[in-house]
Nanobody, 118 residues
Framework: QVQLVESGGGLVQPGGSLRLSCAVS????????MNWYRQAPGKERELVAT????????NYADSVKGRFTISRDNAKNTVYLQMNSLKPEDTAVYYC???????????WGQGTRVTVSS
């Protein structure tokens, strides 16, 4: 069973930065592509960023491109989301998802709340 635990959320002022972490308990972390999603109040969950299982490929939603960076440390079984120049519209619960490249199964974390407000 794969388990994901996000951390690093909190309250930050507009223009500030946060780094989210997602620790993954998996036998072979490098068998999983990783994604960050977010869900703002009253809105649908949206894909924010994706990183391939090797870390060699990343993709971002247009709304965060140039401000957010996804990365992973396969030795630590952890994926990160560095968020800079935060805006009030980035306020949401952020979720980490693992996608098994062989099993084709999804595993979700419980989410971490990010609030951008002055």
């Amino acid at each position: 069973q794969v388990q994901l635990v996000e951390s690093g959320g909190g309250l930050v002022q507009p223009g500030g930065s946060l780094r989210l972490s997602c620790a993954v308990s998996a036998r072979t972390f490098s068998n999983y592509a990783m994604n960050w999603y977010r869900q703002a109040p009253g809105k649908e969950r949206e894909l924010v960023a994706t990183i391939s299982n090797t870390g060699g490929s990343t993709n971002y939603a247009d709304s965060v491109k140039g401000r957010f960076t996804i990365s992973r440390d396969n030795a630590k079984n952890t994926v990160y989301l560095q968020m800079n120049s935060l805006k009030p519209e980035d306020t949401a619960v952020y979720y980490c998802k693992a996608y098994g490249i062989w099993s084709r199964r999804d595993y979700w974390g419980q989410g971490t709340r990010v609030t951008v407000s002055s």
